[in-house]
């Protein structure tokens, strides 16, 4: 650990404060964190904590769901500044509009918006969970779904319902080459392609497995020909194709590394992809990349950055997120 690794973990120690990260932070600030995992693994292990201040690597709605999810305890952000495309493109007053126009349909919400938001709906999800809660809920129950259309539309196909779906996107899932996908599906025919639901229905055609972070990463280790028992009767691997924040990438090095974890870049430019010094780029959240070790340890030191969630939006929002730890 360098030097600054060392006085986070001894804040730690010192103020009873636990370190959250997401899989998309930068590796280092994975590598300091008590618990490292995707948004509603953040969520549940922020409702069982007895840790009195949570410090939340990752982008601000992360942070302002533990705090509702726990009132009383001290939540601080690193990056306050850190936002979210798909929390952005969703306004409270724009969903109390839509719901306004569609009276009798249900409002489910992914977990990527602000706490007002979540104060109008009626359950939330995660990548995670998204498919399981959708199918508990009544075949004949309209839903409104949001902010994400990707992640909508592929639940929609999964299950045959029709929701009506929000026009919002991420811009890190919805910006992956598909061109320089099947460039690397010829390049690599024998890795399997993991990717997110947050991806456009043109990438998602060619995944040979859909999931959120957590689950391609289990994914992975499951099935990756180094990390199995050689009884298994199941296809392993050595090599994935990896369409999501290339910040998963440390973790599944880390849990497989004899496995090879190819990333897809970003289109830019007229379908064009980054490529520099002969390697392609990483498809990145600038967001996430915003927590630093420095501004963790000073935030720690000092205490700052407090997260607030107003009393009376909390006091709504906390029912549908404990309604989605409840169906998950």
Same mark, same amino acid.
């Given at each position: 650990m360098n030097n600054l690794s060392e006085q986070i973990r001894q804040l730690c120690q010192e103020k009873n404060a636990i370190i959250m990260a997401h899989y998309y932070q930068r590796p280092e600030i994975q590598d300091v964190a008590d618990f490292v995992g995707d948004s509603l693994a953040l969520?549940?292990?922020?409702? =069982?904590?007895?840790?009195?201040?949570?410090?939340?690597?990752?982008?601000?709605?992360?942070?302002?769901?533990?705090?509702?999810? *726990? #009132? %009383?305890?001290?939540?601080?952000? #690193?990056? #306050?500044?850190?936002?979210?495309?798909?929390?952005?493109?969703?306004?409270?007053? %724009?969903?109390?509009?839509? =719901?306004?126009?569609?009276?009798?349909?249900?409002?489910?919400? @992914?977990?990527?918006?602000?706490?007002?938001? =979540?104060?109008?709906?009626?359950?939330?999800v995660t990548s995670s969970n998204a498919l399981k809660i959708v199918n508990q809920l009544p075949d004949n129950q309209p839903i409104l779904f949001g902010p994400d259309q990707n992640l909508g539309g592929y639940i929609n196909k999964m299950t045959g319902r029709k929701m009506d779906l929000w026009n919002g996107g991420c811009h $890190?899932?919805?910006?992956?080459?598909?061109?320089?996908?099947?460039?690397?599906?010829?390049q690599y025919p024998n890795a399997p392609v993991l990717a997110h639901p947050e *991806?456009?229905?043109?990438?998602?055609?060619?995944?040979?497995?859909?999931?959120?972070?957590?689950?391609?990463?289990? @994914?992975?280790?499951?099935?990756?020909?180094?990390?199995?028992?050689?009884?298994?009767?199941?296809?392993?691997?050595?090599?994935?194709?990896? $369409?999501?924040?290339?910040?998963?990438?440390?973790?599944?090095?880390?849990?497989? #590394?004899?496995?090879?974890?190819?990333?897809?870049?970003?289109?830019?430019?007229?379908?064009?992809?980054?490529?520099?010094?002969?390697?392609?780029?990483?498809?990145?959240?600038? @967001?996430?990349?915003?927590?630093?070790l420095q501004n963790l340890r000073d935030c720690l030191l000092n205490e700052s950055n407090k997260v607030m969630v107003d009393e009376a939006v909390a006091k709504d929002a906390i029912r549908p997120i404990q309604r989605m730890l409840e169906m998950s």
């Open positions: 969520a549940q292990v922020a409702a =069982k904590t007895d840790a009195d201040i949570i410090v939340m690597c990752g982008v601000h709605f992360m942070a302002e769901t533990a705090k509702i999810l *726990c #009132p %009383d305890k001290k939540v601080l952000i #690193p990056a #306050p500044e850190a936002g979210c495309s798909l929390a952005d493109s969703c306004k409270a007053e %724009d969903l109390a509009a839509w =719901k306004a126009a569609h009276p009798n349909h249900m409002v489910v919400s @992914y977990v990527n918006t602000s706490a007002a938001v =979540k104060a109008l709906t009626d359950v939330v $890190v899932h919805a910006r992956f080459s598909e061109e320089a996908l099947l460039a690397l599906k010829e *991806c456009k229905a043109n990438i998602l055609q060619h995944a040979d497995v859909i999931g959120s972070t957590q689950a391609l990463l289990n @994914y992975a280790i499951s099935h990756s020909s180094s990390e199995r028992p050689i009884s298994n009767s199941e296809a392993s691997h050595s090599q994935y194709i990896v $369409v999501t924040e290339s910040g998963i990438l440390h973790e599944m090095q880390k849990a497989c #590394p004899k496995v090879e974890f190819i990333p897809v870049p970003a289109e830019v430019d007229n379908s064009k992809f980054i490529i520099q010094n002969s390697k392609l780029l990483c498809n990145e959240c600038e @967001y996430m990349r915003m927590c630093t």
